[in-house]
């Protein structure tokens, strides 16, 4: 007798084969859990290496010569790591596979020349010619060209401002720096410490870039936006510039330069550095030391300790930089999996995640205050970051809370999670949705200011968080439609959902994620599975699924609307697509299982599945993660609940 399905044809088109049946999907998640668990650390966390392009070795190098340690051993060996990542026709994409991304080549071009590589040599002669191609250094983004300005390489007068005085702006201000994302508040404020003092490190010739430029420096910078505000905030960025010069400016200017370190040192403490991202440490270590603080002052050794804590390095010594630490999410997602795949709930291993996690919420109020009323309750991303909590990691760590025990007292447990829900309920926007790391910050206008062109300038409420918020509130009696809450953002996701049926990936790549999410909330919140708008979304599911069974979306989806769920099938992104249609109660069908089937005959000897796609967002069209984990969590998460749907029990 053999442990098969019967086979079928999907209506996406892939060949079904048979099925293993629900003995071999027991071993797999049997393997699976057991893989994962060896990987847990003593403590009860995990963390999987995250990865981003090399715009994160390239701040390494330049913060090193900017403290005067040019050529060091660190810059070589990140050197070394920039180096590789070339594309052969020259430059650096952003994401394997990617074209070469102008800001991103003109970063690893400058710092490979810093660290000492001849402008003859091969690699930089064709990265040369991709960045004049491009249209040269002067259209790179204004994080690049700042870099490019503290070592006399661009003019400081060409960059847009990012004065220090608007940290004077109260938070009710129609605009302050709590209008701007977390991230970006983060970002900026360091940054606009730099802009007031205007340093220039000193390069020898050799290091110098003017070749990468199409005229003089700063003659051709990237156009204004071609909208009243935009032409508003241009017009505003002459004015500031043009006040610099006026009487009494310098005392003011000295005041606001005193008022942001001192907003940014109140912000380092008890961190892994200024908000436990990349961009603001390195920005906050580069304000310190033109503020005076040496090597030595303890504020700036804590600053430059936390950055060298983001370091990797390989087997043959190169070092690689990640954008920041990701414990915290990558526990809750193993956790979550591990309960998923029927892990006991009073499991020994369950119950020392659960412990290390109860010690992760935050107990401090943070910007997120200065809108949401809550008690402190949420959970962060990163080691140390109490400052900071999001949305996404908090709704995560209490349906792990609700599914597992910890080794302490109930009573402690209990009490946490009715602080998390009630901030998490805080964080609701007046949309109805959810998003990041604060409440209302959704001021469109602010997207048209000169040195917004990261793309992320604010945190609107997104349908993947969305999505996920409404699955946790599951977990608690009473959310379900009807409710106030659930209602407001069961609106919001209908108006957010595309013509299509699918919906964007705020956080993960892309309308496969963000389809996944949202489905998977309706689901458990009780919403009716058959309704229009969400046959909608199950359709363009079944649409995107390729021959192999599996699903797959590029990262070029982010920029060209045709690629939507498109790409070659990647575990983590098939596990979405299996998890969403699970949801929207398709477990049986030929896709499904075809799906399912994908995922086991691709899982290796040691329990896991491999994934070199980059399948994580940071900023869409401008920074993408890979998470290491991702290719396991996901796939035990999806067969866990694929198991318990098919196998007649109510997925949950």
């Known amino acids: 007798m053999h442990d098969i399905a019967d086979a079928d044809l999907s209506s996406a088109g892939a060949l079904a084969v048979p099925i293993p049946g629900p003995a071999r ?28 392009d090399t715009t994160l070795e390239s701040y390494a190098i330049l913060i090193e010569a900017f403290l005067g340690r040019r050529g060091s051993e660190k810059s070589l060996r990140l050197a070394r790591t920039i180096r590789e990542e070339a594309l052969p026709a020259g430059g650096w994409s952003q994401y394997p596979g990617g074209p070469a991304d102008l800001s991103v080549s003109c ?29 040269g250094a002067d259209r790179a983004n204004t994080y690049t ?16 401002a990012i004065p220090p005085e608007m940290i004077f ?61 935009g032409t508003f905030f241009s017009t505003v960025d002459r004015g500031l510039k043009a006040a610099e010069h006026l009487p009494g400016a310098g005392r003011l200017r000295a005041h606001a330069v005193a008022r942001a370190k001192a907003w940014m040192v109140e912000r380092l403490e008890g961190s892994d550095g200024l908000s436990a991202i990349l961009p603001a440490m390195s920005n906050a270590a580069l304000a310190l030391n033109c503020l005076g603080h040496a090597d030595d002052d303890p504020l700036l050794r804590d600053a430059l300790a936390a950055l060298d804590g983001l370091l990797l390095e390989d087997d043959a010594g190169a070092l690689r930089m990640q954008p920041c630490l990701s414990p915290v999410w990558d526990t809750v997602l193993a956790c979550h999996a591990l309960a998923q795949a029927r892990l006991a709930p009073g499991d020994p291993r369950l119950a020392r995640a659960v412990s290390w996690l109860l010690g992760k919420q935050t107990n401090r109020p943070g910007d997120w205050a200065e809108r949401n009323r809550a008690r402190p309750g949420g959970w ?17 760590a209490l349906m792990v809370l609700r599914q597992a025990r910890s080794d302490g007292p109930e009573e402690a447990q209990t009490a946490a999670i009715a602080r998390g829900l009630a901030w998490m309920l805080g964080m609701q926007n007046r949309d ?87 489905l998977r909330g309706l689901a458990c919140v009780g919403e009716n599975m058959t309704a229009p708008y969400v046959r909608r979304a199950v359709e363009w599911l079944l649409a995107h699924q390729n021959r192999d069974g599996g699903w797959g979306e590029t990262i070029a989806s982010y920029t060209d609307p045709e690629q939507a769920g498109r790409g070659a099938s990647t575990p983590s992104q098939t596990a979405w697509a299996v998890m969403g249609l699970v949801a929207a109660g398709e477990e049986r069908s030929t896709a499904v299982r075809n799906g399912v089937r994908h995922l086991l005959e691709r899982q290796d000897a040691e329990g896991t599945w491999a994934e070199t796609d980059w399948t994580g967002t940071g900023f869409p069209k401008v920074f993408y993660l890979r998470y290491h984990l991702y290719r396991h969590t996901f796939p035990l998460m999806a067969l866990g609940q694929y198991r318990r749907a098919a196998g007649g029990s109510e997925p949950r």
Not at 503 to 516: C, L
């Open 432 to 518: 109805g949705g959810w998003a990041s790391f604060d409440r209302g910050n959704d001021k469109a206008v602010l997207t048209q200011v000169p040195f917004a062109d990261h793309n992320a300038m604010i945190d609107p409420s997104s349908a993947d968080i969305t999505g996920r918020v409404l699955e946790c509130l599951s977990y608690f009696p009473g959310f379900g439609p009807g409710h106030a809450v659930v209602e407001r953002a069961l609106r919001f996701l209908r108006r957010d959902q595309n013509r299509e049926g699918a919906w964007y990936g705020r956080w993960g790549v892309n309308y496969v994620y963000g389809t996944w999410q949202v």
């Open 169 to 229: 702006l109260p938070a009710r201000a129609p605009i302050s720096v709590y209008d701007m994302s977390s991230w970006s508040r983060t970002i900026f404020v360091p940054l606009s410490i730099l802009w007031a003092c205007k340093p220039i490190r000193e390069l020898p010739p050799a290091c110098g870039v003017a070749e990468l430029f199409r005229a003089a420096p700063g003659s051709d910078p990237p156009p204004v936006p071609r909208s009243a505000w």
């Open 380 to 396: 962060y991303f990163e080691r140390r970051n109490d400052l900071y909590p999001d949305v996404d990691d908090t709704c995560m």
């Open 107 to 135: 970063l690893s071009y400058f710092a490979l020349k810093v660290a000492g590589d001849d402008a003859g040599a091969a690699h930089l002669q064709r990265a040369r010619d991709a960045i004049l191609e491009l249209g």
């Open 25 to 52: 999907i027991d071993r797999a998640i049997e393997a699976a859990r057991e893989w994962l668990l060896s990987r847990q650390d003593q403590s009860g966390y995990w963390c999987g290496e995250l990865e981003g």
């Open 145 to 160: 060209r700042y870099h490019l300005a503290m070592f006399g390489q661009y003019p400081w007068r060409a960059l847009p």
